[in-house]
């Protein structure tokens, strides 16, 4: 599976922007999808996921500000960020799972870059 990430880029403190990762084949055949981020010195974290029905998870951090959402007639996943704050900087890779005969597999895109300003 081929994801690409778009809509990076520099956002106010407070503003909003949606990122968007599009598959390379049906999303509805993956078992989940999601967002993580890697602020730079820091480890990558799991920022959102959802699952194929539609089960969604959030960190602690974003809960009430981001939302995630499926768009299955463009293959995509879409993450809209709300009331971004400083700490909401740095690069975002979307991940994919995927069944394999033997188990599941992870797929990773390249990540987008956010850099929110104050």
């Known amino acids: 599976v081929r994801l690409v990430e778009s809509g990076g880029g520099e956002v106010q403190v407070g503003a909003s922007i949606t990122l968007s990762c599009t598959a390379s084949e049906d999303i509805r055949g993956l078992n989940a999808m999601g967002w993580h981020r890697q602020a730079p010195g820091k480890e990558r974290e799991l920022v959102a996921s959802?699952?194929?029905?539609?089960?969604?998870m959030y960190a602690d951090s974003v809960k009430g500000r981001f939302a995630i959402s499926r768009d299955n007639d463009k293959n995509a996943v879409l993450l809209h960020m709300n009331r971004v704050e400083l700490q909401d900087s740095g690069v975002y890779y979307c991940?994919?799972?995927?069944?394999?005969?033997?188990?599941?597999?992870?797929?990773w895109g390249k990540g987008t870059l956010v850099t929110v300003a104050s």
């Open positions: 991940d994919a799972r995927a069944a394999r005969p033997g188990g599941f597999m992870d797929f």
């Open positions: 959802i699952t194929s029905g539609h089960t969604t």
